[in-house]
Every structure is written in C-alpha cells, then in structure tokens.
C-alpha cells in the first residue's frame, strides 16, 4: 500500500516528526491519516487492500471523499464493494471513492453518483450545483457535500434540488 504517513505512525497513536511536519504543512490532512490507519487494520483481513493507494482525501463530518489514481478504484471498493464496505463499517464513515479529475465538474459529477447533476452554473466565487429532485434521497444530507465542494472549488458552494 502507498500510504501518506510512515509505518512507524500506522501503528501509533501520535505522528513522528517528519509526519507532523507533514500535516502542519497541508501536505497531509488528518483524514488522510485516518484513512490509512483504517486501511491498514482492514487489510489484516482482507489482503487485497494492500495493492490499493490513495492520492487524498475530504472529509465534513460523516461524509469521506478519497481522490485515487485514475483506474484504481477498484482496488478500494473491491469485489461487489467488500472492501469499502468494511472500512465504512470500521471508520463509522459513508466513503465515496473517486478516481482524479482535474475538471471540477467532473469530480462533483463522480462524487454524486449515482444522482444526477442537472446543471451547475458560476458566479463571482460561487457556484450552484442542480441535483434532480427525485435524487435528493440519495444525496441524503446536502451539506457536508456543499463543504467539500467549497473546498475543491474554491468558493461557496450551494446544491440545489428541483
């Protein structure tokens, strides 16, 4: 596995120096170290995940977004999603797994799936994002997705249902 953080911090609860380091300076996010540390732990039953890498993380709350190498979404979800099933269950996390993009449309339209983005239309470092109103179910809570995008994109980020 190509984790964020050194083996020597997979099994501690504190971080070494350079990790530290690492986190203060935004190069890692704790949810990135989160992450890892479940995927180690999930991997002692389930091999598999040892060929699996991520590239980052975005998390608000319950809701965790992990970027991938394109076509190795795979290798996280597993087989009939066993793997991503398990670390949900271990983290206590909803786990959207989504292969890099550098289009932000994209990336919003990956992350909602299986809803449907309608639109999204931009103003002056703002955006609204039109999800169908049939799919508002799937979304479930709206907001922890907003802070996420706000992030990625870089403005405030509303989704809209109609």
Do not use: W
């Not at 931009?122 to 609204?128: I, P, Q």
């Not at 999800?131 to 809209?160: A, C, L, Q, Y």
């Amino acid at each position: 596995m190509r984790l964020p953080i050194c083996g020597a911090c997979l099994e501690s609860e504190k971080l070494c120096e350079a990790c530290s380091e690492r986190l203060k300076n935004n190069e890692i996010k704790h949810s990135d170290v989160e992450l890892a540390r479940a995927m180690t732990k999930v991997s002692e039953q389930h091999p598999q995940l040892e060929k699996a890498e991520f590239l980052k993380t975005h998390a608000v709350d319950d809701v965790f977004v992990v970027e991938v190498p394109k076509g190795s979404a795979g290798q996280i979800i597993g087989r009939k999603g066993a793997l991503i099933k398990e670390l949900c269950t271990h983290m206590g996390k909803r786990i959207k797994v989504v292969e890099e993009t550098n289009e932000k449309r994209d990336f919003v339209e990956k992350v909602l799936n299986p809803a449907k983005m309608k639109g999204l239309t931009v103003g002056d470092n703002s955006f609204k994002i039109y999800v169908d109103k049939m799919d508002e179910k799937r979304v479930g809570n709206k907001e922890p997705f907003e802070k996420i995008f706000s992030e990625i994109m870089n403005g405030k980020v509303e989704i809209v249902f109609g």
